[in-house]
């Protein structure tokens, strides 16, 4: 109790260290490790999902990338009307965290300040096999599907559950020339003439097979993983970089495993 207490330094170069050797990519493959021995992970069914982690950056610090940027007003934290002012990521950038994006996940919704997360699921037990995150765009959550799918490096076919956010062409085509089965939800929606919108990508090839009913049943559970974003601090992220974001995201869903396995263990 009467040693000195260390340099701040200290949390900081190891933080850094720890970014540097990807230890909590490292940590989550122990995890799942750990789950492998007691055959608690699926080897061929898996699911994928994205979420918005909003960023620790206020809409006042997304400003024009040419100009200086004072203060929007009086004061530290002075009002700003954005009324009328066409505002995009090509032609701003926020002060206080330039990765982050604006983004809007759908129509109807505001745009934010994000970062994404996302998830693959192994189907069997609803375990997490991989993590990652990424900067937000509308292409985000199919190119990390891949990603993580590349992760996986099977030895087989596998399925890969997921929305109708992943129903287009090419994104299912890449999954085929990889030898995954698209179960993804088809994308059909009302257009604003009163036509219906049906999916191309997704055919009787797929949706014929009593499988792929069972993986958009399965792929939900992935939400119960979501539900850890408050546990983890993820609702709004406290730091800033798309490095220091995707540690903690992948930090969390760890801790999610963890608490899970030993029931499944038990029950095992």
Do not use: C
């Not at 990889?178 to 999916?199: C, F, M, W, Y």
């Amino acid at each position: 109790m009467d040693a000195a207490v260390w340099d701040a330094t200290v949390f900081t170069k190891n933080r850094e260290r720890l970014l540097a050797g990807e230890v909590a990519t490292k940590f989550l493959a122990a995890v799942v490790g750990q789950a492998r021995g007691p055959n608690l992970l699926s080897d061929e069914h898996f699911s994928v999902d994205g979420t918005l982690i909003e960023a620790w950056a206020s809409m006042k610090s997304f400003k024009p990338k040419d100009d200086g940027g004072g203060p929007p007003g009086p004061g530290r934290n002075g009002e700003r009307d954005f009324r009328g002012e066409k505002r995009s990521n090509r032609t701003h950038a926020s002060t206080t965290d330039p990765q982050a994006k604006l983004y809007r996940k759908a129509n109807g919704q505001s745009s934010r300040m994000a970062f994404m997360g996302h998830m693959l699921m192994e189907n069997r037990n609803g375990l997490v096999v991989g993590a990652m995150v990424t900067q937000a765009t509308g292409t985000a959550e199919r190119e990390a599907a891949l990603k993580l799918v590349d992760g996986l490096e099977a030895k087989g076919r596998v399925t890969l559950g997921a929305d109708k956010a992943y129903d287009a062409r090419d994104f299912v085509r890449d999954l085929r020339t990889r030898k995954v089965t698209p179960h993804v939800a088809r994308n059909q929606q009302i257009t604003e003439d009163g036509t219906l919108r049906r999916s191309r990508a997704i055919d009787g090839r797929t949706t014929r097979h009593p499988g792929y009913a069972i993986s958009l049943r399965i792929r939900k559970r992935i939400e119960e993983v979501f539900g850890w974003k408050t546990t983890g601090g993820l609702r709004k992220t406290r730091h800033k970089g798309t490095d220091r974001v995707d540690w903690v995201f992948t930090l969390t869903v760890a801790a999610y495993n963890l608490v899970r396995l030993p029931k499944l263990m038990a029950a095992a």
